[in-house]
Nanobody, 111 residues
């Protein structure tokens, strides 16, 4: 399966963005999907994951601000990001946690 991320952009601090990841095939059989991000000069880090059954896991700094969701019928995974901060600026990647990555979408938060 190939993954295509979209929805990034420039937003002011405190604003919101919704990222979407579209898979080229069915994700129903994929146990867990997730989002990672990589800021300039930093390592790629976990943002959130979601299992096929809907169980979610978030990095501590995203809890309460970000929400990951998944639509197995539409083969999409979304990341709703609220109360954005300048430190959320990064390229965001979706992944099937099995080695397949989307191309990344840039999120820039101005302070």
């Amino acid at each position: 399966v190939q993954l295509q991320a979209s929805g990034g952009g420039l937003v002011q601090a405190g604003g919101s963005l919704r990222l979407s990841c579209a898979a080229s095939g069915s994700i129903f059989h994929i146990n867990a999907m997730g989002w990672y991000r990589q800021a300039p000069g930093k390592k790629r880090e976990l943002v959130a994951t979601i299992t096929r059954g809907g169980s979610t896991n978030y990095a501590d700094s995203m809890k309460g601000r970000f929400t990951i969701s998944r639509d197995n019928a539409k083969n999409t995974v979304a990341l709703q990001m609220n109360s954005l901060k300048a430190e959320d600026t990064a390229v965001y990647y979706c992944t099937d946690l099995r080695g397949t990555w989307g191309q990344g979408t840039q999120v820039t938060v101005s302070s």
